[in-house]
């Protein structure tokens, strides 16, 4: 199986944005830690990062025969992005939101997701530990 693990705008600061929030690691941890999980379960993986709604999309895109299932923490674009989701549905690989914090217990405008009207599962609050949470359901799904 491979996995396409997306993350989207402010991701590459984490341990610097709102450590209280995003905690003191940072994004290379987060990538080294996917890597080995995946690695561990037997899935394959690649693990993308971008600021630019467009560049997002074209990972959606490229992604197309090429990847069984999409992890997706599109960051803030969660809440304003009706491209990545017409994406998401337009290449109808099997997704996962993750969000580090609970977005849901957050500010107002952070509980609606575009994303989630497309994505299978939705894991949120888990930090680091979501995205291992969502490559474990895509396999199980693939199973």
Sequence with gaps: MKVLVINGVNLNMLGVREPALYGKKDYKTLVREIKAHAKAVGVKVTCVQSNYEGKIVDYIQCALGKYDGIVINPGAYTHTSVAILDALKAVQIP?????LTDVDAREEYRKVS????YAFLRVTGKGFDGYMEAIDALKGRAV
């Design 95 to 99: 997704t996962v939101e993750v969000h």
């Design 114 to 117: 575009y994303v989630a009207e």
